[in-house]
């Protein structure tokens, strides 16, 4: 909230040395992209996952582990809307609200194993959502009676959902069948900069490209269980002692785990930091 208090009252300042002649220009962005970001604590635990149901399909007689196919969470679409009021000819402001979403499906995350009563599957399907509320301040650079190269900057806040799921099926079947999920909500802050161009092929129609760089943390995730577990999501890992190995998890906690056998105990956060790449358009009222 700070940054959002800091970035008004510049807006505040600027609005009172604004020509009283000048009229201002109200329009409206909407962008549609891809984002780049690199949540570790949920790539690590999905690893980790592999790594421990490989040894416990290794460990049982009557199975034995075939393949595995588990990747990490890389980028999501994103969608954004913006109202930009133009203060002068170069300086503008907006407000806006976006969508970011981000999953692994079935075939992201899964392991094939051989049972007496069949091939199956296992899958851990994860679901990652952001919407963000952000103010912006534009600078612009003609380069032209139709192109303008601009720079910009934001802060705002976010709030989250992370969701993850277990799951089997045979393989001869499409459905599958859950055993346990986590639903989880949390919130955080998020800092903007980047760099567009944009050009008006009709009048008060633009259409513009820009990269962003993004911070994005969202933490402090509530939730519950379908095993009537409510309340913190933890990332810790756990010394599995059967296979003597530690295993990051994600999980909900009444009240933080505690003990030798736990480690690295702190509140799970994910971490949407990173770059976005969008094109759109700016429809002006």
């Given at each position: 909230m700070k940054q959002i208090r800091v970035l008004i009252l510049f807006l505040l300042i600027t609005l009172l040395f604004i020509p009283h002649t000048y009229a201002v220009?109200?329009?409206?962005?909407?962008?549609?992209?891809?984002?780049?970001?690199?949540?570790?604590?949920?790539?690590?635990?999905?690893?980790?996952?592999?790594?421990?149901k490989k040894k416990e399909i290794e460990a049982n007689p009557n199975l034995t582990y075939i393949e595995g196919n588990v990747s990490e969470l890389r980028s999501g679409l994103e969608f954004t809307a913006e109202i930009l009021v133009a203060i002068t000819s170069r300086i503008t402001v907006g407000i806006g609200a976006g969508y970011l979403y981000s999953e692994l499906i079935e075939d992201k995350a899964v392991l094939t194993f051989e049972a007496n009563w069949g091939t199956w599957l296992e899958v851990k399907p994860i679901k990652i959502s952001a919407l963000p509320l952000t103010i912006s301040g534009y600078y612009f650079f003609p380069l032209g009676s139709s192109f303008r190269l601009y720079v910009m900057g934001g802060t705002g806040k976010v709030w989250g959902k992370y969701i993850v799921r277990d799951a089997w099926r045979p393989t001869e079947e499409d459905d599958l069948y859950y055993g346990s999920f986590q639903r989880t909500s949390g919130r955080g802050s998020m800092v903007l900069a980047g760099l567009g161009f944009e050009y008006e092929f009709e009048p008060g129609i633009h259409i513009f490209f820009e990269g962003l760089g993004r911070m994005c943390q969202i933490s402090d995730f509530q939730g519950e269980s379908n095993q009537e577990e409510s309340g913190t999501l933890y990332y810790f890992e756990e010394h599995i002692q059967d296979f003597d190995i530690w295993q990051a998890k994600n999980q909900i906690k009444a009240a933080a785990p505690s003990g030798e056998n736990y480690r690295s105990v702190q509140k799970a956060t994910v971490d949407l930091s990173g770059l976005s790449i969008r094109i759109g358009l700016v429809i002006k009222f």
């Open positions: 220009d109200i329009s409206l962005k909407l962008s549609l992209g891809q984002s780049f970001f690199n949540p570790q604590n949920i790539n690590r635990f999905l690893d980790d996952w592999a790594i421990g």
